[in-house]
């Protein structure tokens, strides 16, 4: 059996390469860097820790970012998220009752922010999120949300390579 890291599930047969980053964006703009992790501090204050994963792992998901994934659902199960909730979140939909409406209205409001294929956010999905967050906690909601957008660019352009991140190794 092979594996390549303590996290990884071990394999029958070796596992493909893994790829290096095109390149290392935080090493090259450091201060851009230590803005956005102040930034990210920022824009998750006064959010439940558990809701402010579950948003981080669906706009990652959605903008297929390997490393935020890796990440965020670390930091959820730190956070005492269940494997189980994650896992339907690719899916929520259709597992709605795994999920708080309240939730169901952050994911939705996430999903509405990082697609924004139709050039807005439908006034549905806004007013879902409205009913269960105060505006202070919309506010720091919709920040979030567009701080792992943004997170995720970083990452998907940069092609950071994912499975080496420690929860909390950032905080």
């Not at 071990?10 to 090259?28: D, F, I, Y």
């Not at 339907?88 to 409001?109: D, M, N």
Request: proline fraction near 4%; aromatic fraction near 8%.
């Amino acid at each position: 059996m092979t594996t390549t890291d303590e996290n990884t599930v071990p394999a029958t047969e070796p596992l493909a390469a893994e790829q290096s980053p095109r390149l290392e964006w935080a090493k090259h703009a450091p201060e851009v860097w230590k803005a956005m992790l102040r930034l990210d501090k920022a824009a998750t204050q006064g959010l439940d820790p558990k809701l402010s994963e579950l948003v981080k792992i669906r706009a990652s998901q959605l903008n297929h970012c390997a490393f935020c994934l890796d990440m965020h659902t670390k930091d959820a199960l730190a956070a005492g998220e269940s494997v189980e909730r994650i896992v339907q979140l690719a899916a929520w939909e259709e597992s709605r009752h795994f999920y708080t409406e309240k939730e169901l209205a952050a994911i939705e409001l996430t999903e509405a922010v990082t697609v924004l294929t139709d050039g807005f956010v439908p006034d549905e999905v806004y007013g879902k999120a409205a009913a269960h967050f105060g505006e202070a906690e919309l506010a720091q909601l919709i920040s979030a949300i567009a701080v792992i957008n943004t997170w995720n660019r970083f990452g998907v352009t940069c092609r950071l390579t994912s499975g080496h991140y420690r929860p909390g190794q950032h905080a």
